[in-house]
């Protein structure tokens, strides 16, 4: 539950798009991604969010969010809904850490 996406204007977030390794390059992330935001789009909002991993094998899915308009919000690193800081104890088994990026619909 990222707060930046409950600002003015709300973005609803997409969360958990999977594409299994064979389907992978072959555009079916991009036209998921579409689809979402045709769906948000046609309900009236402005614009989408989303929160990618920072993992290396997150990796591969940052270049698809970022060819499609997707930007970084500048607001760093996130877990279980709350900044990241150097004091802020990790646990990647109860989620991953994410960077939130958001595009204009």
């Known amino acids: 539950d990222y707060a930046g ?3 003015t204007p709300p973005a609803p977030e997409i969360v958990d798009l999977y594409v299994w390794t ?3 390059r072959q555009g079916v ?3 998921l991604l579409r689809h979402v935001e045709h769906a948000v789009a046609a ?8 929160g990618v ?3 290396a094998a997150d990796a591969a ?8 308009g997707y930007a970084f919000d500048g607001t760093g690193a996130w877990w279980q809904g709350r900044p990241v800081t150097d ?4 646990d990647g088994a109860a989620g991953p850490v994410l ?3 958001s595009k204009a619909l």
């Open 53 to 55: 991993g920072i993992l």
């Open 5 to 7: 996406f409950r600002r």
């Open 29 to 31: 992330g991009r036209a």
């Open 22 to 24: 064979a389907w992978r």
């Open 61 to 68: 899915a940052w270049p698809l969010y970022l060819q499609g």
């Open 43 to 50: 309900r009236g909002y402005r614009r989408v969010g989303l």
């Open 87 to 90: 004091d802020t104890p990790v």
């Open 99 to 101: 960077l939130m990026m």
